[in-house]
């Protein structure tokens, strides 16, 4: 039987009519420039030729690496559903079940449980939601076409070299399309450089070994300039009249310039660091919004991922775990965000009215924008975005007889109905 190589099924790709923007040729070429780099790199033949010739290419990968999001997802609907009450319910029982592991995590690295277990929660619904897509698949097709080819490269070469040494099965390296994996998602040339085995079973692995992961998420966080006792920053009031074109990340000022014009926080605590800390002031939906005075920490949670609706996630997710609640301020709309066992019960009404939107997940995909928009057009409704939020599920739920909505709107009832899936990070429909 002739083998299959990765540069043959390319090739019938090709001719078969898809627009990969490569040739055959250039295929080849770049299975063989790879098969080099990989022995440059201490990459056996064997290895290479048993985790890399024989894979199918996935296509579909390009129109995740180059599609746009459908819309922007507002920041009150990317934190209602990151940061709900779910996640800091199982949060906080995760801090309990893990707290030795935690307790020794923070002797050694310096970062407190609740930020750990925080970018757990986020990253991978504490262990519960890996991603679909085998690593050597999306890499070795992402390394031959498309953009960000030497990127992708490197990253092919640093799973090559984790299967080498045995730290994790191929079998197991599933994740994301463009390549993150595990509890806390690294990607593999982070995993190369940062992952820790602290367990002690001789091997990093971030998939099957959770003080693996929580250690390894420690020493990411620690090396990317955690300062150990420092909050990531706090919610905080501005005067009347204040001049917001002062704000934004990056435009750091010493803590006392800020407290000089009258900022301050919430809750009218003192903020205790010297006055010469860099500070910034974010605010991530404008001047009517919530608004942060952020630290260095905040920076180094920003690093894992940068977006700073994500680093706000997290930093948020770790201050409930705390005990601390929502956000004094709230956010400038009359139409907020909804949590996941909201927007599992919008699903529960949306399938009750007649549309077919596939399981009630969590996720608000195509299929269940699709039956918003039909439900905004038929309860005069505007806009007809089909987004998901507070006036339509209030809506659906005003529209179902009354013996049927409190049944559907309790959480338990709706988690017994679905296998509960987190929204991406993104907030929008699920890659995988």
Known sequence: MRTVTFASVLAGLLCAGHALSATAADIGQCVLTLRGQALAKGISASTFDAHVRSVVPDPSLLELLNRQP?????IWDYMAGLVDEERATEGRTML??????????????????ETVVA?????????????KRPLLTSLTTLSCMGRRQPFFRGELMSTLQIIQAGDVVPEKLVGS????????????????RIAVDFDGDGRRDLVDSIPDALASTANYLKRSGWRTGQPWGYEVQLPDG????????????????????????????????????????????????????????????????????????????SDRLRGQGAFATPWPTDDPGLSRVERRELQTLLI??????????GIIGSASRAAIKAEQQRL?????????????????????????????SKPDAILQDADASPVTESGEESDD
């Open 70 to 74: 459908e819309f922007t997802t507002p």
């Open 96 to 113: 309990s079940t893990h707290a030795d592991t935690l307790a020794r995590v923070q002797a050694a690295y310096g970062v407190d449980p």
């Open 119 to 131: 970018v757990w929660g986020v990253e991978s619904d504490y262990g519960k939601v890996f991603g």
């Open 177 to 192: 399309w463009a390549g993150a994996f595990g509890h806390t998602q690294f990607m593999p040339s982070t995993y190369r």
């Open 242 to 317: 204040f001049d917001t074109s002062v704000s934004g990340r990056t435009n750091r000022r010493p803590l006392s310039y800020w407290l000089g014009r009258g900022v301050k926080r919430v809750d009218s605590q003192s903020i205790a660091l010297a006055a010469d800390t860099p500070t910034a002031l974010l605010l991530p939906a404008g001047r009517n919004g919530p608004a942060f005075l952020v630290f260095k920490n905040f920076d180094a949670i920003y690093s894992y991922n940068a977006a700073e609706s994500y680093a706000l996630a997290i930093a948020h997710l």
């Open 352 to 361: 009750a009215r007649g549309h077919d939107i596939g399981e009630v997940d």
């Open 380 to 408: 005069g409704q505007q806009p007809v975005d089909g987004r998901g939020g507070q006036r339509i599920l209030q809506a659906l739920r005003d529209s179902m007889p009354a013996a049927v909505v409190p049944e559907m």
